[in-house]
Nanobody, 122 residues
């Protein structure tokens, strides 16, 4: 089992940047495909980005392509989400998640962090 803890959320003005971190403990992060999800009030939780175990493959939702970058440092057991050119519609609670399955759409994620709030003001 792996435990995930997100950090780096906060309040930022539109056009600004934030970097989220997800630190893992309990098991080696390199065993897991990792994803970042977000959930805005009254909306479903949606995937934002995902990265394969090695970091060689990534996926981005259309709404964040070109603005967000997912990366991982397996030696530090940490996954990152660099968010640039933030928009008010990016406001949500952001969660990181882990799955032992290969990267792919609709993959079930088994382990979740507690979430970190990102608020983008206009």
């Amino acid at each position: 089992q792996v435990r995930l803890v997100e950090s780096g959320g906060g309040l930022v003005q539109a056009g600004g940047s934030l970097r989220l971190s997800c630190a893992a403990s309990g098991r080696t992060l390199s065993s897991y495909t990792m994803g970042w999800f977000r959930q805005a009030p009254g909306k479903e939780r949606d995937i934002v980005a995902a990265i394969s175990r090695s970091g060689g493959s990534t996926y981005y939702a259309d709404s964040v392509k070109g603005r967000f970058t997912i990366s991982r440092d397996n030696a530090k057991n940490t996954v990152y989400l660099q968010m640039n050119s933030l928009k008010p519609e990016d406001t949500a609670v952001y969660y990181c998640a882990a799955t032992p399955r290969n990267l792919g759409l609709g993959v079930k994620y088994d382990y979740w962090g507690q979430g970190t709030q990102v608020t983008v003001s206009s």
